[in-house]
């Protein structure tokens, strides 16, 4: 099978389409031809060997994929043969073929397609996790919600789950573009951080009390100045550093205006973590997508792919990403 392979820590451009052996199934795993795989900003950190986990040279990169079940261990309970599912990989997306555990696998929502399913793999289910898990942001109906990047990939699944959970949603992003995406994904109020101070508005759109929630992937100063406009009692949630900047917590803010920092790292529950716990976590993430297939298949939620790419243009699908310009996700599509 063809499969995009990283030989050496480094760039996009270092990958290489090659033809390797197929892996072989272990207990409780699927194999699963792949129809489409996602890239993120994750992706690209694996690959240059910056990501807290390194898999072991030679591998295929690519975490979340989509695809049609073609082989079953005995021991596999839910899934069979011919089976069209979503899939949470610890690497080997970018390719033709993919082996997975069962627990880490998903039936797909029947009215979304391979392409557009990617999404559902890991940016949905963070999104999800972190707005209606008690331990997490336990967004409620009545709450304002403030989600940064809301063009991106989980930013945009947050403002869809907010609205569907009954929160009054504000969203930034960069641009026309990306205002008018966010907007057209369901957002009640939108700022453009590139025209106005976002710290600023969503205090004049709160009548100076701040909001409930906030989510946050961007990191840096966008985390500074969002627990300045948080409400007393609020919670922000970081899930990622886009930015590439790690801020560190004022305790005194969080003390005067009794606020909470919860981090939501969904990888943890996936077998991403030196504790590998995706099996002691598998009905709480099983129930997860359950919650999301539902919301897919009543038209709740609407993944969107910005741009496709063949697998042998993986490396360019990583450098449009990186470059910022696209909204919702980036996918490869297996010929």
């Not at 795993?29 to 990501?51: D, E, H, N, P, W």
């Not at 073929?97 to 029947?110: G, L, S």
Request: glycine residues 10%; positive net charge; contains cysteine.
């Amino acid at each position: 099978m063809k499969a995009m392979i990283c030989r050496k820590w480094g760039e996009p451009e270092d990958l290489r389409l090659e033809e390797i052996e197929r892996q072989a199934l272990k207990r409780g795993q699927v194999r699963i031809q792949i129809k489409a795989a996602g890239v993120s900003f994750a992706t690209t950190l694996v690959i240059a060997g910056k990501y807290q986990r390194k898999p072991p040279l030679p591998f295929a990169p690519g975490t979340e994929a989509s695809g049609v079940v073609i082989e079953a261990d005995p021991a596999c309970k839910r899934l069979k043969v011919g089976d069209e599912v979503v899939a949470v990989l610890d690497w080997g997306g970018l390719a033709e073929e993919t082996v997975a555990h069962e627990v880490n696998v998903f039936p797909k929502p029947r009215n979304i397609g391979f392409v557009e399913a990617i999404q559902l793999a890991i940016s949905y289910p963070t999104s999800a996790g972190a707005l209606t898990w008690p331990t997490a942001l336990d967004v409620q109906k009545g709450h304002t919600l403030l989600v940064h990047a809301a063009a991106g990939g989980v930013g945009m699944a947050a403002v869809e789950i907010g609205k569907i959970l009954g929160a009054t949603v504000i969203a930034t992003a960069g641009g026309a573009r990306k205002t008018a995406f966010a907007r057209a994904h369901g957002a009640d109020h939108v700022i453009d951080y590139g025209a106005a101070d976002f710290r600023e508005e969503v205090l004049k759109l709160t009548g100076g009390r701040g909001v409930d929630r906030i989510y946050d992937p961007v990191g840096g100063e966008v985390f500074a100045q969002s627990l300045r406009c948080l409400a007393v009692e609020g919670r922000i949630c970081p899930i990622g550093f886009a930015s590439g900047a790690i801020p560190q917590v004022p305790a005194n803010i969080l003390l005067v205006k009794s606020i909470a920092v919860i981090g939501f790292n969904y990888g943890y529950y996936v077998g991403w973590s030196p504790h590998d716990a995706r099996f002691e976590q598998a009905d709480r993430t099983f129930a997860l997508m359950e919650r999301i297939r539902g919301w897919c298949e009543a038209g709740l939620c609407r993944p969107h792919v910005d741009r496709t790419f063949r697998l042998d243009e993986a490396a360019q699908a990583m450098r449009a990403l990186l470059q910022r310009n696209a909204v919702g996700r980036l996918a490869v599509v297996m010929a």
